[in-house]
């Protein structure tokens, strides 16, 4: 991987943990994402996770991304993003960006119990999966990581 | 199962099957769901497949079920709940059936081949995933799956 790609990715994944930093500042499970376009590298939907706050138990951040991507493009795919999410996407949301036919996945901190990708349930491996986006782990993962520590360590 | 009970899950099978015949006239893929109230027998949520008219990949029945019952308590889980819907649900749909507690998921026709939970996929075999609401199969089967076929005979 290029240097220069890399440190994109890093810029990238900041605005992804501010959008993690707002949901923790709202007392939601601090998750944050935003979709980029794959060629431009323009931001173009940003969400945080806002399950609490919308009573609504699928509203994790890469799924408000995507809706409100696809509503803005009259879309139900959208093969020319790359979503940067703190934390490896759940199996709702795994499978979502799956048939919206996401270009990439560029995830901060792994969820190697209850992930869709990296847990056992590795979701993308099934052959039924059709579309499966590529993968990038470990961007920022130390500080995506400390954040959700954090909220958790304060409701024990 | 009681034949009372029974009936009464044909009922509700057909009023999901209205559904799905409403997203079929409006050239959605024809799925229908709703929600009942597992003591009253109370139809609190209904909705067809609507990912085209909403331009939305996660617009399946049963999401927009949950999001709308969710919304209306003001909660994320819903407990009290049973769903029926007319094909099984996608891997998406059951995650998302999981974490909003649902007390069971009753559905008509099965599918082996992409589904969810009869599939190889088979999400609520694995341990991670924390609730399981209970399944019910078969309900009203040739008439939801004949529905689907004609559909997709049609757009060959």
Same mark, same amino acid.
């Not at 994944?13 to 949901?23: D, H, N, P, V």
């Not at 901060?108 to 059709?130: M, N």
């Not at 993962?141 to 409701?155: D, I, S």
């Given at each position: 991987?290029?240097?220069?790609?890399?440190?994109?990715?890093? $810029?990238?994944?900041?605005?992804?943990? =501010?959008?993690a930093?707002?949901a923790f500042?709202?007392d939601e499970v601090p998750i944050?994402?935003? $979709?980029?376009?794959?060629?431009?590298?323009?931001?173009?939907?940003? /969400?945080?996770n806002?399950t609490i706050?919308?009573?609504?138990?699928? /509203?994790h951040?890469? +799924?408000?991304?995507?809706?409100?991507?696809?509503?803005?493009?009259?879309?139900?795919? +959208?093969?020319?993003?790359? $979503?940067?999410?703190?934390l490896?996407?759940?199996?709702?949301?795994?499978?979502?960006?799956?048939? /919206?036919?996401?270009?990439? +996945?560029?995830?901060?901190?792994?969820?190697?119990?209850?992930?869709?990708?990296?847990?056992? +349930?590795?979701? *993308?491996? *099934?052959?039924?999966?059709?579309?499966?986006?590529? $993968?990038?782990?470990?961007?920022?993962? =130390?500080?995506?990581?400390?954040?959700l520590?954090?909220f958790f360590?304060?409701?024990?």
């Amino acid at each position: 991987m290029p240097v220069s790609m890399c440190n994109k990715d890093i $810029l990238y994944m900041r605005t992804a943990l =501010e959008e993690a930093k707002l949901a923790f500042d709202h007392d939601e499970v601090p998750i944050g994402a935003i $979709l980029v376009h794959k060629d431009t590298g323009d931001i173009v939907s940003r /969400a945080s996770n806002k399950t609490i706050e919308m009573s609504d138990p699928t /509203a994790h951040a890469e +799924i408000l991304c995507v809706r409100q991507l696809c509503k803005t493009l009259k879309v139900q795919r +959208i093969p020319d993003y790359n $979503l940067y999410v703190t934390l490896e996407p759940c199996p709702m949301c795994a499978a979502a960006l799956s048939y /919206a036919r996401l270009n990439k +996945i560029i995830f901060g901190a792994s969820d190697l119990k209850s992930g869709g990708l990296t847990s056992d +349930i590795a979701l *993308y491996e *099934y052959p039924q999966i059709h579309h499966k986006p590529d $993968l990038v782990s470990g961007i920022l993962e =130390e500080e995506c990581r400390t954040l959700l520590q954090k909220f958790f360590q304060q409701k024990r």
